[in-house]
């Protein structure tokens, strides 16, 4: 079976520009989670859904970052206006259906972002 | 906020020592979660733990909950270089599906 499945792998970009970064979670995994990964700051929860509506943003840095889910087999995460301290591996995480509060967490590969 | 620290943060150990992943938290979590990264890769879950004081083994690995579900740690026995990696323990906020990472714990295991 397919994993999570992360477009592109790596991104290198200017600041000030747009990226959008996506993902494809397992078939029929019901919950999606954005994390962001950095030396300093670990592993950081920018948000998830659940059957594709967004239940905690609270992560999301400021307005310039948006994520949308708009079904259940696809979610992006954008930023735009891009800024040098986005530089950082952004991963997708997808979990299975009615495994409650002790469910796996299943990752994507990564993207990795450099914003120049 | 709920914050899981780790500790320690590097370790360097030669291989057929044993060592102590600790994770620590203010915060109650209904199940906690431990996940090892290997460079290029997403987290891979090694265990789940849901009740205080529960304890499971995997092979060399033994993990600990703490009785009151804020702490857990994590136990190699005679570690192998096939062990180095990222540790991550991960809790799961009481009432909703909000899983929070800790700080990590980086192991180089030498042969």
């Known amino acids: 079976d397919a994993g999570v499945i992360q477009s592109p792998r790596h991104e290198v970009t200017e600041m000030g520009q747009e990226v959008t970064l996506r993902c494809k979670p397992i078939s029929g995994h019901d919950y999606l989670f954005w994390y962001r990964q950095t030396m300093m700051r670990g592993l950081e929860l920018l948000i998830y859904f659940n059957n594709n509506v967004p239940i905690d943003d609270s992560g999301m840095p400021e307005d310039r970052f948006s994520a949308k889910m708009p079904n259940a087999s696809f979610s992006t995460l954008k930023i735009q206006p891009s800024e040098p301290r986005d530089s950082a591996v952004y991963f997708c995480?997808?979990?299975?259906?009615?495994?409650?509060?002790?469910?796996?967490?299943?990752f994507g590969e990564g993207s990795r972002l450099t914003v120049l | 906020t709920q914050l899981l620290e780790q500790s320690p943060q590097f370790l360097s150990i030669q291989e057929g020592e044993n060592l102590t992943v600790y994770c620590n938290s203010s915060s109650v979590f209904s199940s906690l979660q431990w996940y090892r990264q290997e460079p290029g890769e997403g987290p891979v879950l090694l265990v789940t733990?849901?009740?205080?004081?529960e304890v499971k083994k995997l092979k060399r690995l033994t993990f600990q909950f703490g009785d009151a579900r804020k702490d857990s740690s994590l136990h190699i026995t005679a570690a192998q270089p096939g062990d180095t990696g990222l540790y991550l323990c991960?809790?799961?906020?009481?009432?909703?599906?909000?899983?929070?990472f800790g700080t990590g714990t980086r192991l180089k295991v030498l042969a």
């Open positions: 995480a997808s979990r299975p259906l009615g495994t409650k509060d002790t469910g796996e967490l299943f």
């Open positions: 991960a809790g799961v906020v009481s009432g909703t599906y909000k899983y929070i």
């Open positions: 733990v849901v009740t205080g004081g």
